[in-house]
């Protein structure tokens, strides 16, 4: 067993080497010549737990996403060489691998599209594959807040900091697309095709050959099961998944790790009455705004389940890091507010944007006890279209119609 250790630990002692040669700028060639000649029978949870020291000694998560094409370049040859099981449909992965497969189909048919602009047919039809397509946000969104929460309690963050990072250039890319299409600007939309095919075909590589082996090689039956539960809400791309696959999860491994026995109709005393679970948790859920609350160790600890949500939240996020939770571009932003609120520099903090008819209005504040210790902060979050449409005034009840 020693000696496995020594050897697992030299080898990701070289892939690091060989990831840093790639940084300082050493020829893709004569690193891939090293690593066919120091490496054999790489494993795609080596290069995840590789990727992962690096950025936990200090490479910045960009920087490495900046890499990842080549990363993928270099280790492609022994990756090739690597198993990767067919799930029973129904599971998270088989469902994963089945969109891939469909925007795949997509891709082909948008290929021979744009190649045929600028006549008016071919622009029609690239429209309607285009939409179907942006549909591969689905995949990213329950990747982003489902499969990553679940690798973040096995100690895996680096790399996936880093896909969501390519998430996001990819659905830039994707924008710029459909609005080139939009406009009818068949030039621009042939300039932009070329990389964004190419970006989205890379992530399906990096996905089945790495993101789910090492998922599955991580990840427990009850996790999978979570997560295949919560999708729903999401919702996929182009396809329904199947529903053969029959977790084994004992009774102890579905219960939640942090659950509280409460006796039931037993009353919570507040500082103004007192409260059953019940009564508090139909309290929140219709309240008018979503909820979210994020304890003092930035941990999240629960959120709203409202009817009409505006972000996404499934309840794999709860005991998940609030900065796990948002685009690798924006956590500078979240950890500014954060210690800002801790050090008692600020007690509050709005934004306001536009989605498509919404406008969402977004408040942050801190909450202090009595003796003004900061004890975590919450967010609330509200569609004020509607409200900004009101004039005049009602004072009666209307009647039903």
């Not at 070289?14 to 120091?38: M, N």
């Not at 609005?179 to 070329?194: F, I, M, Y």
């Not at 500014?336 to 209005?361: C, N, P, T």
Request: proline share 5%; net charge negative; with cysteine.
């Amino acid at each position: 067993m020693s000696e496995y250790i020594n050897n697992s630990e030299r080898r990701k002692e070289a892939l690091k080497a060989i990831i840093l040669d790639l940084h300082a700028g050493k020829d893709v060639e004569e690193v891939k010549r090293r690593f066919r000649e120091l490496i054999q029978g790489v494993s795609a949870v080596e290069i995840a737990r590789m990727e992962q020291e690096l950025i936990d000694e200090g490479l910045p998560a960009e920087e490495v996403r900046e890499l990842c094409d080549v990363h993928v370049a270099v280790f492609q040859e022994g990756l090739e060489g690597e198993t990767t099981p067919e799930m029973t449909p129904g599971h998270p992965v088989h469902t994963f691998k089945y969109e891939n497969f469909a925007l795949g189909e997509v891709i082909k048919l948008l290929r021979e599209a744009v190649a045929a602009l600028p006549d008016a047919d071919a622009l029609r039809r690239a429209q309607q594959f285009a939409e179907q397509l942006a549909t591969v946000d689905k995949v990213y969104t329950r990747k982003e807040n489902l499969l990553f929460p679940m690798l973040e309690k096995h100690g895996v963050t680096g790399p996936t900091s880093v896909m969501w990072g390519t998430h996001d250039q990819i659905r830039d890319q994707l924008k710029a697309f459909r609005q080139a299409l939009a406009e009818e600007d068949a030039e621009k939309a042939e300039e932009l095709w070329g990389p964004l095919a190419e970006a989205i075909e890379s992530m399906f590589y990096k996905e089945e050959h790495i993101l789910y082996p090492t998922s599955l090689r991580m990840l427990t039956e009850a996790e999978w099961a979570a997560i295949r539960d919560q999708s729903d809400e999401i919702g996929y791309a182009l396809i329904r998944p199947g529903d053969a696959w029959q977790p084994e999860v004992t009774a102890e491994e579905a219960a939640p790790s942090d659950a509280v026995a409460v006796e039931p109709g037993g009353k919570i005393p507040l500082d103004t009455g007192a409260l059953t679970v019940e009564q508090v948790n139909l309290l929140l859920k219709s309240l008018p705004v979503d909820v979210t609350f994020v304890d003092e160790n930035d941990t999240v600890r629960y959120f709203s389940d409202t009817q009409e949500r505006i972000f996404v939240r499934t309840p794999a996020i709860v005991g998940r890091k609030v900065q796990n939770c948002h685009p690798p571009d924006s956590v500078h932003i979240v950890n500014r507010l954060l210690d800002e609120m801790r050090q008692g520099k600020r007690d509050s903090a709005e934004f306001w944007i536009h989605m498509g008819e919404q406008y969402v209005h977004i408040r942050y504040f801190a909450l202090r006890d009595d003796q003004g210790a900061y004890r975590g902060c919450i967010e609330v979050t509200q569609d004020v279209a509607p409200i900004q449409a009101l004039t005049g005034e009602r004072r009666l009840l209307d009647e039903v119609e």
